[in-house]
């Protein structure tokens, strides 16, 4: 069921069952996160590794230090820049939060997202809301409250309308568990770039490098996937010559001339970055529907938010 009322979604969280909300990155999956069971659920319904922890979102750093979970000072540059943002901080869990949400490990993360429907919902919780995206784990996250009907509805309280994402892409995660040396976790909807040009020095980054790493495992090697194959690069250098037919194509700004025109997805014609990412997961799921036997997408600029772009992509791709 996809509802407007706001009051309605707080009513539901409060009671122990799950909402999908709107953020500026993707849908989440919310529970009231200090609520073990409502939390449970959330694993149930998304067929989600217990190992995977969770991500809690507040509306207020306020908020969060009452519940003993503080910035480090180091982290506060970037926060006032960023926050309420695409951003997510991991840093150390206090015993408020259960154990449930970091699937044991010593730190949690944090983050305060960009949405004013969310904010307007948060405001009115007296406890954080842990939410994963709202997809089947290892599915495409989705960008619109349809995505997660389609998918969840039947198994959820309600989805909450906020529109279209405006960002497109998870947030980025950085842990501040060592404060003088934070960690890139996860690339996502704020830049690498942006983040250091403010921290003023580069971030730590060889988990990245590291698909198995299980300190994040939306990291996991084969993830966001479609049901349709998917491969990177361009068609003619794939190994295996398929018809031009059988394909579907991702591109970022210009169409191939050698595949018919309908058959490709365009993410951005000015060649944006920032509006490609908006479009991504939508353009996944529209290739995926395109039901040919490969999507092949193109490799994107290794910059920005190009860089996360490429991430999700090699992701979803068969390797
Ligand atoms: O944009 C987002 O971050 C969205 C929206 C809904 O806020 N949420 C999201 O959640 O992407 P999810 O569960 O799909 O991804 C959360 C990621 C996982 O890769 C998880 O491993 C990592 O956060 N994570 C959570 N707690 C962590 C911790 N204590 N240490 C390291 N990684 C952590
Ligand atoms: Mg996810």
Redesign the pocket.
Known sequence: MIITDIQLAADLLQKGELVAIP?E????LAANGFDGNAIAKIYEVKNRPQF????L?SNSWEKFTSWGLELPKEALKVADKFSPG?L?F?VP?SNKVPDII?AG?T???I?I?NHAVTLSLLSKLVFPLA????NLSGTV?PTQAIHVEKQLGGLIGAVLEGGECHIGL??T?I?FVNPQQPKL??L??LSVEEIEDTLGFKLKKDSLLNNENP?????LSRHYAPKTPMALGLPNDLPNHLPIEDLACIRFSRYLPEIPINNQIILSESGDLNEAAQKLFSAIRKADEMNKKLIVAEIFPDEHLGRAINDRLRRASIG
Request: glycine fraction near 10%; charged fraction near 10%; hydrophobic fraction near 30%.
């Open positions: 953020t990155t993707v849908y989440g995977n922890p969770l991500i979102h695409p997510t991991v869990k970091t490990h730190s949690v993360a983050r997202p939410a994963p995206s709202a996250s998870e947030s995660i842990s976790l996860r996502g909807g300190q994040a495992p939306g990291m």
